[in-house]
Nanobody, 117 residues
Framework: QLQAFGGGLVQPGGSLRLSCAAS????????MGWYRQAPGQQRDLVAF???????NYADSVKGRFTISRDNAKNTMYLQMNSLKPEDTAVYYC?????????????WGQGTQVTVSS
């Protein structure tokens, strides 16, 4: 239901924009975000936004990454600037629906981001 793309190889200091396309209306999601997982590491939250709320960022990406969504295109984005080698990871998009007391989680397949000279 979610498809992430836009990863690639970039030099330090460069930029990439990741996209996460939903098969349905993203209005249905109460929360959307991006996670990343480096080799041998746990999957960490990078950024998220809730419906009508302000974006939230991990300290390590504040000021460099921007999360946004285009409801008309049913797509979420992660603009990544001033990339560092430590940003190298597989990036996953995530969405949640809150229905009464139930939480439904959706994950896209990962997209590899490699920052290297």
């Amino acid at each position: 239901q979610l498809q992430a793309f836009g990863g690639g190889l970039v030099q330090p200091g460069g930029s990439l924009r990741l996209s996460c396309a939903a098969s349905g209306n993203i209005f249905n999601f109460n929360r959307m975000g991006w996670y990343r997982q480096a080799p041998g590491q746990q999957r960490d939250l990078v950024a998220f936004m809730t419906s009508g709320g302000s974006p939230n960022y991990a300290d390590s990406v504040k000021g460099r990454f921007t999360i946004s969504r285009d409801n008309a295109k049913n797509t979420m984005y992660l603009q990544m600037n001033s990339l560092k080698p430590e940003d190298t990871a597989v990036y996953y998009c995530h969405a949640q629906r809150w229905v009464a007391t139930q939480t439904y989680d959706y994950w896209g397949q990962g997209t590899q981001v490699t920052v290297s000279s």
